[in-house]
């Protein structure tokens, strides 16, 4: 039987690496440090148990009934008082689509999900993905530059899972703000007063999912509620507020995450040159190339689970009721899982045993989609700005929060002249 220890604190100041858990600009050092020194240790700051390892990581994963998904939408920092009454009084009830419940709920309600929101309907969408991207092309191949993430990566997904969902092209704009509020409750660091006009945001877009939901039972439609509201008819075990539920959380992580996974990946792409022209010379790496930048440069570097019980992970005791931070970029990039994990290469043949999308019972539904997304982006920026690249001098700049890895910026040039 393993001797099991208690965590230590993770000593920063004693570290030649500095860690600051809000800020993942380049957090690759202190996850390799981390890994090496103190695979699992408990963040004073944070009051969470921090876990490194790709092998510790999966395992949490594999067991829910010890290590609950309860807390991954909690807010990382409380919500005050103001802010509670603000979504009190607005009517603000929603929980979670799928990725913060449990079984039995968890399993009755990504059952349907799974149905609705799957190959055969991303398959069928195919066609308008290429449309989607190739009309965010067509507006910036003439300028010769772009801000990649604001010009083409920020839209290009919700107009996508917009039309999944039934979300209107003129609301895109809307949704995508209240998706920043819901990530900077969720995961950032706010202050008090910063937390009011996110409260009040969180109430509109709650009732804008509820109000999609009423939409779909007015009038019949061919996209995600409408089918979720077909099976209820047939005698589905899921509720209104649950299938508004399932919309508050699709509209928020089926968009943001494959944003950020586009402007990730062409940034690594221009970055690590060679592998840039190894796709212009064969474009069937690109399927690798997805996975690559899955593994390499993920859009989620951590997420969260709740001890239900004293348990262990890594030889280290955990006490019930213990909030957990797995690293995912770290495990991604774990010397026991990966060959050479710090390379970036797009012809590595391991690169698919990473965990962006999580592992379990609660592997991401929309991984499928994400990766579709990504794959014709990848084919049409290839064919049609092959040239393209970095602009000189730039620095990278990266939300403030825990667990999304989501640029700022992303300056590219090209060619205009040879393109159309």
Not at 27 to 39: D, G, I, L, N
Not at 237 to 258: K, Q, R
Not at 365 to 377: R, S, T
Request: charged letters at 25%; glycine letters at 6%.
């Amino acid at each position: 039987m393993a001797t099991v220890t208690a965590a230590k604190g993770c000593p920063f100041s004693n570290a030649s690496i500095d860690f600051d858990p809000f800020d993942i600009t380049d957090p690759f050092a202190f996850y390799e440090w981390a890994r090496a020194e103190a695979p699992v240790f408990f963040s004073e700051e944070l009051q969470y148990y921090v876990v490194a390892g790709h092998a510790d990581i999966k395992a949490v994963f594999e067991d829910w009934r010890t290590f609950s998904s309860e807390n991954a939408q909690a807010p990382l920092r409380p919500m005050c008082a103001e802010g509670k009454r603000i979504m009190q009084e607005g009517g603000f009830t929603a929980y979670s689509g799928l990725s913060a419940r449990v079984p039995p709920d968890h399993t009755r309600i990504r059952k349907l999900v799974q149905g609705c929101f799957g190959p055969r309907r991303f398959k069928a969408i195919e066609p308008q993905i290429r449309q989607i991207v190739t009309h965010a092309l067509d507006a910036i191949i003439g300028n010769g530059k772009a801000e990649f993430v604001r010009e083409f990566a920020y839209d290009v997904p919700a107009f996508v899972l917009f039309r999944l969902v039934g979300v209107p092209d003129a609301d895109v704009a809307q949704v995508k703000a209240w998706a920043v509020s819901r990530a900077l409750l969720t995961w950032g660091n706010l202050s008090d007063a910063e937390q009011l006009p996110h409260a009040r945001n969180m109430v509109e877009y709650w009732n804008y999912c509820r109000a999609l939901v009423a939409q779909s039972h007015a009038s019949p439609s061919d996209d995600l509620p409408g089918d979720l509201i077909r099976l209820q008819k047939e005698g589905a075990g899921i509720s209104d507020d649950e299938i508004a539920g399932v919309l508050y959380s699709v509209l928020f992580a089926g968009h943001e995450t494959t944003t950020t996974l586009i402007a990730n990946g062409l940034r690594e792409l221009l970055l690590h040159r060679h592998n840039w022209e190894a796709l212009l010379a064969n474009p069937a790496l690109i399927s690798g190339a997805v996975d690559e930048i899955l593994r390499f440069s993920p859009s989620i570097v951590a997420w969260r689970r709740r001890a239900l019980k004293d348990a262990e992970i890594g030889g280290v005791a955990i006490p019930r009721g213990a909030d957990i931070l797995l690293m995912l970029g770290s495990a991604n990039r774990d010397e026991a899982a990966f060959s050479e994990p710090s390379r970036f290469d797009i012809t590595r043949t391991d690169a698919r045993g990473h965990l962006a999308f999580g592992y379990g019972i609660h592997f991401c539904v929309g991984q499928q989609l994400a990766k579709i997304e990504l794959a014709i982006a990848l084919e049409e920026l290839t064919r049609r700005m092959p040239d393209v690249r970095l602009k000189a001098k730039q620095t990278f700049g990266f939300v403030p929060n825990t667990s999304f890895r989501t640029p700022t910026e992303l300056h590219i040039e090209w060619d205009a002249s040879r393109h159309s």
